[in-house]
């Protein structure tokens, strides 16, 4: 079994920051891209960042310049840093992770069980 446990939501004020961490557990043999989306209700799942096994990232329109991903291979985890947050970015953040459990495995697609983000006017 594998699992993806996010912390680090919570509440803020317009202008705030946060961090968010998301760390992997269980049978890993190799871990590709590891991302965040987020939802809010009524609406689909948005992409907000991603990074590669590499290093190499990318972002939502709507974070860029404004969130922040980053990841320790060592640790399994992921990251996203979150500054002049708005409240428009209130929603719930879920980590994901593309990893292969043995080395004859496919890549599969984990979810975390999302982390609540407020953002108050």
């Known amino acids: 079994q594998v699992q993806l446990v996010e912390s680090g939501g919570g509440l803020v004020q317009s202008g705030g920051s946060l961090r968010l961490s998301c760390t992997a557990s269980g049978t890993i043999f190799s871990i590709n891209t590891m991302g965040w989306y987020r939802q809010t209700p009524g609406k689909e799942r948005e992409l907000v960042a991603f990074i590669t096994s590499g290093g190499a990232s990318n972002y939502g329109e709507s974070v860029k310049g404004r969130f922040t991903i980053s990841r320790d291979n060592t640790k399994n985890a992921v990251y996203l840093g979150m500054n002049s947050l708005r409240p428009e970015d209130t929603a719930v953040y879920y980590c994901?992770?593309?990893?292969?459990?043995?080395?004859?495995?496919?890549?599969?697609?984990?979810w975390g069980q999302g982390t609540q983000v407020t953002v108050s006017s």
């Open positions: 994901y992770a593309h990893i292969k459990r043995t080395n004859t495995d496919p890549v599969s697609h984990y």
